[in-house]
């Protein structure tokens, strides 16, 4: 099928439509509402976000990892949330009529996703309308009542931990939107692809929700910065917090860089993109999370701890530095 798309109800029955094919309540995206019955003895956790064409992805990225990308970091937040997700709704708006090609493209990722993800298109809507294209998706899950996580819950003395590492995605995007510093950094091309690939395609901790349901106090995921959303956390939490730099994970590719550009440390801390978690939780709990991460196959990481004066630290061989809690502002 070639050409662009001509009518709401054709982009819905071909592309959109068999993505709810296993929700019941979806009633097949005939219908302007749906249904979803949680279950018994659970909380619903909500979260919506929108990308943008020209913001959050480029406007030439591949179909497939757009739509993984809309959907991807949505269910990030229901992971710091420790929520298991169920469904979720989308608003599509495009400057122009899709072609077919993108939109078999574009639908072929989000079933990737939702395969990955284990969660089911319910409803929403498209449209057409002047500016960038734009995704907007709402992710619904739940938890067991009571058990749901918040960013304000943690105490002076908890430590503080994140998964997998930081700074792949920052450095990821420098790489894909070609700018001169990073067109010399020297890399193999398995690991340009690897780094770009962590921007393009985040990997929300979704399998970590059991453990922090049991252990953690706070969480949030990082998507603006480290420090910045270690700021946020802190600060939720009428707190500080200390941070080790010898402790910061990063990829073995993104080490290498750092010994010979000492700027790659501010794309650590501040670079944003990474869509890991972090969490704190009373420091008894330290050896279960790390056999929980041994088994599961998940990096996590102790890289601090809360603090009981404001203001966050960063701890470099045993001399404490302010640490400005700098990193993507939307605004």
Same mark, same amino acid.
């Given at each position: ?16 439509? %068999? ?18 019955? %949680? ?25 497939? @990892? ?31 009529? %899709? ?58 003395? @908890? ?19 070609? @700018? ?29 929700? %059991? ?108 001399? @404490? ?11």
């Amino acid at each position: 099928m070639s050409g662009s798309i001509t009518s709401e109800e054709e982009l819905i029955r071909t592309y959109l439509a %068999p993505l709810a094919r296993a929700n019941e309540g979806a009633f097949g995206l005939r219908d302007d509402c749906a249904i979803f019955s %949680p279950t018994p003895g659970t909380d619903l956790v909500i979260s919506t976000d929108a990308i943008a064409a020209g913001v959050h992805f480029f406007p030439d990225d591949r179909p497939e @990892d757009i739509a993984w990308k809309a959907l991807a970091v949505n269910l990030s937040d229901l992971a710091a949330s420790a929520a298991t997700p169920r469904v979720y709704q989308m608003a599509l708006s495009f400057p122009e009529a %899709p072609a077919h090609a993108f939109m078999q493209r574009f639908a072929s990722g989000l079933a990737d996703a939702q395969s990955a993800f284990g969660i089911v298109l319910s409803g929403g809507d498209t449209d057409r309308r002047p500016g960038p294209m734009t995704v907007t998706i709402t992710a619904i899950g739940d938890v067991p009542a009571g058990f749901r996580l918040t960013r304000d819950g943690a105490r002076a003395g @908890d430590a503080l931990f994140v998964t997998g590492t930081l700074g792949d995605a920052a450095c990821g995007l420098k790489l894909r939107r070609g @700018d001169e510093d990073a067109r010399n950094w020297p890399f193999e091309a398995n690991e340009r692809t690897d780094l770009i690939a962590r921007y393009l395609r985040p990997q929300p901790r979704l399998d970590i929700a %059991p453990l922090l349901r049991r252990v953690a106090t706070a969480a949030m995921d990082l998507s603006d910065g480290l420090a910045k959303d270690l700021g946020r956390l802190a600060g939720a939490c009428s707190a500080g917090a200390v941070i080790e730099r010898a402790r910061l994970p990063v990829s073995t590719a993104v080490r290498r860089l750092a010994g010979a550009d000492s700027s790659i440390e501010q794309l650590v801390l501040s670079g944003g993109d990474d869509y890991e978690l972090l969490f704190a939780a009373p420091r008894e709990h330290e050896a279960e999370i790390r056999t929980w991460a041994a088994t599961a196959g998940t990096n996590v990481t102790r890289i601090g701890w809360i603090a009981e004066t404001p203001g966050l630290l960063l701890r470099t061989n045993d001399c @404490d530095r302010p640490l400005v809690p700098a990193g993507w502002e939307h605004f």
